[in-house]
C-alpha cells in the first residue's frame, strides 16, 4: 500500500459515510468517482441525474455528489 492510497482511505470513508447511495472509489489514476446503487427513475433523468460521477479530488467529487443530491430532491414527488 503506497502513502497515497493511505491517505485517500479516509477521505474514500468519508464521502461513503455521507453518501450512502453512492459507491465511491478511486481509479488507478488518481480521479475520484461514484456510481449509484439504485438505478435512476426516469423523473431523476430528467432533472439531470447521472448513475456515475467524477472529480479530481474527494472535496470535488463530494460538491457533484450534493448537486446529483439535490437534483434527485427535485424529481422526487411532492
Do not use: F
Not at 468517482?33 to 433523468?45: L, N, S, V
Amino acid at each position: 500500500m503506497t502513502a497515497d492510497t493511505t491517505q485517500a482511505q479516509p477521505a474514500q470513508a468519508e464521502l461513503a459515510a455521507a453518501h450512502p447511495g453512492w459507491t465511491i472509489w478511486r481509479s488507478n489514476t488518481g480521479r475520484w468517482y461514484a456510481t449509484r446503487k439504485a438505478p435512476i427513475t426516469m423523473a431523476e433523468g430528467n432533472t439531470g441525474c447521472v448513475r456515475t460521477v467524477h472529480a479530481v479530488d474527494p472535496e470535488g467529487l463530494a460538491e457533484e455528489l450534493d448537486k446529483q443530491e439535490l437534483r434527485a430532491q427535485r424529481a422526487a414527488p411532492a
